[in-house]
């Protein structure tokens, strides 16, 4: 279990990294399939005030979902809700083409905590691959 929230820890931190080398594409334009929920956003990079500030926290936040289950395990319930409403905030500042996988991913690692299968029956690790997809295409 420990393996598996290390590699995914580091599959979703490896994203930004790619990022070092310059840019050759624009991002591309929000997904028409996803819903965005109403938002706050008002522009390309949600609330946040640029697209590196968006890059670096969703994908620190995406990182953190994953590691939900061992502040529960811990017994570090202080952490576990600051972590919870971290999450939450993200999900809100989200831009709207990624706002809604997000705040998919979000849920399932809050309802993780509580129900380990969502962890090791790959729920996470699919609600996980549109963020993935989101960071590769509009953070390198």
Do not use: H, Y
């Given at each position: 279990?420990?393996?598996?929230?290390?590699?995914?820890?580091?599959?979703?931190?490896?994203?930004?990294?790619?990022?070092?080398?310059?840019?050759?594409?624009?991002?591309?334009?929000?997904?028409?399939?996803?819903?965005?929920?109403?938002?706050?956003?008002?522009?390309?990079?949600?609330?946040?005030?640029?697209a590196a500030a968006a890059c670096a926290m969703i994908s620190e936040q995406?990182?953190?979902?994953?590691?939900?289950?061992?502040?529960?395990?811990?017994?570090?319930?202080?952490?576990?809700?600051?972590?919870?409403?971290?999450?939450?905030?993200?999900?809100?500042?989200?831009?709207?083409?990624?706002?809604?996988?997000?705040?998919?991913?979000?849920?399932?690692?809050?309802?993780?905590?509580?129900?380990q299968t969502v962890f090791s029956s790959g729920q996470l690790q699919e609600?996980?691959?549109?963020?993935?997809?989101?960071?590769?295409?509009?953070?390198?």
């Amino acid at each position: 279990m420990t393996a598996l929230f290390a590699s995914l820890a580091l599959t979703a931190c490896s994203a930004p990294e790619a990022s070092s080398a310059p840019p050759s594409a624009p991002a591309s334009p929000a997904s028409a399939s996803a819903t965005p929920s109403p938002s706050r956003s008002s522009g390309p990079d949600g609330e946040f005030p640029t697209a590196a500030a968006a890059c670096a926290m969703i994908s620190e936040q995406a990182t953190g979902a994953t590691l939900l289950p061992l502040s529960a395990a811990q017994g570090k319930s202080a952490e576990l809700d600051k972590a919870k409403a971290e999450l939450a905030r993200t999900a809100e500042m989200a831009p709207d083409s990624v706002k809604a996988d997000f705040t998919k991913l979000s849920q399932m690692a809050v309802a993780g905590v509580k129900d380990q299968t969502v962890f090791s029956s790959g729920q996470l690790q699919e609600a996980m691959a549109p963020v993935q997809g989101w960071l590769a295409a509009n953070c390198t």
